[in-house]
């Protein structure tokens, strides 16, 4: 198969890219992950999965579950949810309180903290066991019942998240959190530490590619312009700071997190998910992030 | 022909929206122009051409033009452009000074002020007479020699550019200017008072759907890879801060201009140029772009 | 008595300018306080004291407890406190949390919030019982037994304080926050709930005119060399972001507090406490600020 | 004589500082100034006159220029300069642009770079010929008639001055600069290349520690309450970013230029500068800094 003789060779390539970066240490947890890890999967719309390196490895997949958690809020409030969150690129550090000061308690987009934290009490407004609807959401698109919380990692994101606090208390001095700080960040760092395989992670962003319909259960999880939009936005500000660069070198809407993995999608096509530990210092796997240009260079796939 | 019925139906639909909006006023060659203006044009790699309004009305494309000089500067200089710009979304406003204060000089990207001021310095250092290559470059893309700059829009924007001058100065006092702030400042204006129809805007673009190829010579302008990268500039920083939001609304690569000018290609299809004087507090049309977001809603086709 | 008849006179004069203020209203109990209050009380190294209207009203001195923390903490630490707050003024809102940011966690000075919760830290560490200690304090350089928190004001504090929690768990997230936010906050909103009549105030303050030692009892609170650098802190600071123009105007080493009251010295000679609950909008009491600058005035006294 | 035994003292124990510092270096004039330079004068309102070291040199008096150039602003129009200038600390550097953005062109006080081309504006707007009446000016107050411009140090400031150009030309584009750019700025540049003695210095700004009156002719130079805010202005924001650091360490109003130059003055008894080339970060004298605090210290005088 192409696919698989294209993710061999880039994984190939593109490993010892690894040793440039730096595996995320703020959680003991997430520090002890072995740096030698790299996995890659291909999920296509012709319903064929191709796997490379530790594709079978659960890894806490972060801020990529902000993805999940804007899709199911998204789906509920639709356009009313741009009252609690703006939707542009934030220019600043993917946990800045500047831009918060400076628009009053408005996060810049819910792919940073703050917006993911808003988010998440959204969440928590409109269900009455937020985490459990999440779990069974992620579950259902990734089509896999064995997904879970990795409560250890949960824990420890609690435990060192002063910041995350400060976000959430900040934004709650400008009315724009409307539950309890500690309730809201339950769910946050719940959903941080969602543990999945990057073929499961492929598996779970191929309704994106698919007009933003599941295509295990043939469910509607968006709708089609909704799907869209989602995909703008994650081109524009899926991977912090370095989004633009993102978008420039690789030219897939993506979403990153600090465990390490990157997922990506070519619309109508297939779903891309890459894992591998050491971090640049904006955050995003160095490894994982050149695969995805050479994926889009190699392949002469991209969104333009 | 359906895009032609597309066109003439939008056009009806948000001729009214112009009314919301604002024409430019900081100098007097945009601010006499009708707000009545409105004009729409799209342009094929099947060498089909449709327009309707006011197409064929010269107006000033502002900085529209700055997609033109990074498009000479970049197949000249490849990647050592980088080390001149950025090429991250600004988050901050198209003529802001604190971005640059902040990152010593060297500006977000090629399509806010400072950066197009950056790359009229590096035209400035290639070029003995940047002014009439820059001509013949943009009469070669929209395949017109009648194209010209206007001088007297020029003249104005020198007379009251007082911020374009502090930009100048401020990045040659960190070493980022390397000719005369005149001399540059002369290239700047006179790039945004190069006066085109829509008709010649949409035909001049669609080298950008077409891999870097112009279709009316045969001509590679930028290697595929390049224009992929500046499709992807366009998207994520092409309408000043509204570009996420361009992005999110209308999925396609654009640039907008304060004449009112908006242009935007689908790769292997189409460029499509609008063009309705008044603006929204972001400084684009606001015809112009609800147009550009129902083509992409009616028609179904976008990026993603 | 010529302080007497100059303090009358002022009262009468500045009294209408409260109805140019705000009351603050962020919690019950300082929007309930009637703002046709308005006291004015002197007390001199010659152990006079002179009062006017309202001087026998106890308020919540909110912010000028600032100067209290600060003293007994810079007695205890002395230079090495500056390894945890700045000594330069801030150029922003009293509680921004940019400037934090933009200097890792170390506030700009001791009179933002920010400092004073960094001090009640350090309170917290040094002392088993901090808020017993700081009453004491206050007790002794007020000459007054019956001084006292008000726990109605410091609960409220509390309930509405999601900036300062947001401001602590910053700075924690930074490492300048030892102690428990939670800890540390209730000795932050009960310092700001100490209730002192104007001319317990005054008292209290008049060991700063004194080279450090409290005239009631001799005792050596600060070196002469600390008072009067704690003297240029208050003159550079001590009146939020209008600290240059109460320098400006007034020209004495001040500090204001949300609840409405100012208090300031001249060295060698006096302090004077005012109290007028309507605020400008920087915070400082509209009446207080323009009787320290008529008393200036007219009795042709200042540090300048 | 005590004052003389007492500036003795301190050149001997403060010269070996200047090691520490940097002599500016921005234009040649300055870089080659002799880093072992030093002087200290003190000018008393006895007409005493003690001078130690190199206090009969002529050096560049730089940003020290600018409280004459306010103060003769601010005869002229009082209160209505502050519609021009704000008169708070800036909180960030010197030359910012940023401060300038946030607030409209309006600079943060007379002292910063922007602040003083604002009043070199002022200036051009009044006076016929304002570089003429700055120098007669400056030779009344320093009683001097040989005190000039240092065309060689104007030209030089003028060729490397892109920042300032910056500066005026973005306050310009706010309407807060009325006059051509080039002009302002020839007296800017002019300014600062002004040549004095620590003796003259000090000399000179004798009339502010005398309530305003130029004590060598008994002129009024500013009224009373006039000088005693000029005093207050200096007090915070004389020294740059570390203006709250000299207020505090020091405790006298004062002014620092970056030839190396530092004045300051204890209200109703005397001047006193010093000069040394060498600066810390902030632009400041290391050697004239500590030597300022140990004449507080010795003396135990300060307006604290």
Known sequence: MEYQRLIDRILLET??????????????????????????SISTLERQRYNTGDHDVLFSIQSISKVFTFSLAYARLGHKIWERTGREPS??????????????????????????IVVADILLSIFPDPKKVLLDYVRELANNESINYDEN?????????HRNFALAHFMKSFG??????????DIYFHQCSLALTTDQLACS??????????????????????AKRLKAL???????NESGDFAFRVGMPGKSGVGGGIVAVI????????WSPPLNEMGNSVAGFEALERFTTYSGKSVF
């Open 153 to 161: 990692v949960a824990f420890s994101e609690k435990a060192s998240g």
């Open 205 to 226: 962003f191929l309704f994106l590619a698919n007009d933003g319909v599941n295509p295990h259960n043939n469910r509607q999880i968006l709708t089609a312009s909704q």
């Open 15 to 40: 490993k010892p890219l690894a040793k440039n970066g730096k595996v995320a240490s703020y959680i003991p947890a997430l520090a002890e992950v072995s740096p030698e890890k790299y996995g890659i």
């Open 234 to 240: 994650m081109l524009t500000t899926g991977l912090y």
């Open 267 to 274: 619309p109508n096509l297939l779903s891309i998910a890459t």
């Open 91 to 116: 220019g600043t550090a993917f946990n800045s309180l500047i831009q918060l000061e400076h628009e009053h308690g408005i996060p810049r987009n819910p792919f940073i903290n703050a917006g993911a």
């Open 176 to 185: 724009n959190i409307q539950n309890s700080v500690e309730d809201v960040l």
